[in-house]
């Protein structure tokens, strides 16, 4: 299995049974990025669910159809998410994407990797 990868938009690492996802600083998200970045983390994946720790404060924008991709396509494989934010934009981004796109997985965003961590720990095999 492979334990590191990059694309244009993320970095995605595997630490202690949770698949890290890091946006880059300062990306915008569209529909063809949001599509890429499931394509290449599910074939890190390699046919597991997975909890995810997913960093989403580099995002600088990420639009209304990236948003519903990433809350259903985005969602297979993946036993929980928790998000990483940084007050006040990715919060707002982040809140936002949970009220509206209402994912079918648990998700909860945090301000630090610890709780996240925690969280995540009720969904390790």
């Not at 492979?2 to 938009?9: I, P």
């Not at 046919?47 to 995810?52: A, E």
């Not at 948003?67 to 919060?91: D, F, N, Q, T």
Request: with cysteine.
């Amino acid at each position: 299995m492979r334990n590191y990868f990059e694309n244009d938009y993320t970095s995605y690492r595997f630490l202690d049974g949770v698949l890290h996802i890091i946006y880059h600083q300062g990306v915008c998200i569209d529909l063809n990025a949001a599509v890429q970045i499931v394509k290449d983390r599910l074939f890190l994946h390699e046919g597991r669910s997975l909890p995810i720790l997913c960093d989403i404060r580099g995002i600088k924008e990420i639009n209304k159809p990236a948003r519903a991709y990433l809350a259903i396509e985005g969602s297979i494989l993946i036993k929980a998410v928790a998000v990483i934010v940084e007050p006040p934009v990715s919060e707002m981004l982040s809140k936002f994407y949970i009220r509206t796109s209402n994912p079918p997985i648990p998700t909860q965003s945090f301000e630090n990797i610890e709780d996240a961590l925690m969280f995540l720990n009720e969904f390790m095999e």
